[in-house]
């Protein structure tokens, strides 16, 4: 199992602002995330533009690899991490502040408890959502090597959605409980960072 941090998002919604360089207490959130990877899977890779990669490699957090499908979203670092490791992957999000080790050992046993599976995503109470009360999380999640070949084509056909790519998949799922989604918060908006203690240097 290899952990890998996806760091190449445009931040559109945080108007182009370098999530990787969000800070909580001081400490640079993407090093944090970078340790509980390598403590609960042994290692832990970044998926980057080709722009961050020095920047990045200087961090020293692990390997950094080049988006194969730049511009594709978060599927395309999905088919980069596991074509590039050749191993099952735990995929986190890089803006993921609150995130605490318990969880991701959860999600970690819950995937090595389950038959063989595509994928083990985590899924979060959410009752604006009217016709399924959960919403998935495919980038706080387990993606096995057999994923690689499907997220290929989708790549290939255009079909970018992680949660629909998921549930193509018929990816298994873990509920968790509200206190538990809680650490699955991220950052979208300016208007966050100050509310939710964040910075960004």
Not at 52 to 74: H, K, M, S
Not at 91 to 103: I, Q, R, V, Y
């Amino acid at each position: 199992m290899t952990g890998a941090i996806l760091a190449g998002g445009r931040s559109r919604r945080m108007e182009g602002l370098d999530k990787t360089r969000l800070r909580l207490g001081g400490v640079r959130v993407l090093e944090r995330l970078a340790g509980l990877l390598r403590d609960a899977c042994g290692s832990c890779v970044l998926v980057a533009r080709e722009e961050q990669l020095g920047e990045l490699e200087a961090l020293d957090l692990g390997d950094v690899y080049g988006d194969l499908f730049p511009e594709r979203g978060p599927l395309g670092g999905l088919y980069t991490v596991l074509q590039e490791t050749g191993d099952d992957v735990f995929l986190l999000a890089c803006d993921l502040p609150f995130l605490e080790a318990p969880l991701l050992e959860k999600i970690l046993l819950a995937y090595r408890s389950a038959p063989k599976t595509f994928a083990m995503l985590p899924r979060s109470p959410d009752p604006s959502l009217a016709d399924d009360p959960w919403r998935m999380e495919p980038l706080c999640a387990v993606w096995s090597q057999m994923a690689k070949r499907p997220a290929y084509l989708a790549l290939e056909s255009q079909e970018l959605s992680m949660t629909a790519f998921a549930r193509s998949l018929n990816a298994r799922t873990l509920d968790l409980l509200p206190e538990e989604a809680l650490h699955l918060r991220n950052i979208n908006h300016l208007n966050e960072l100050e509310k939710e203690g964040l910075s960004i240097s």
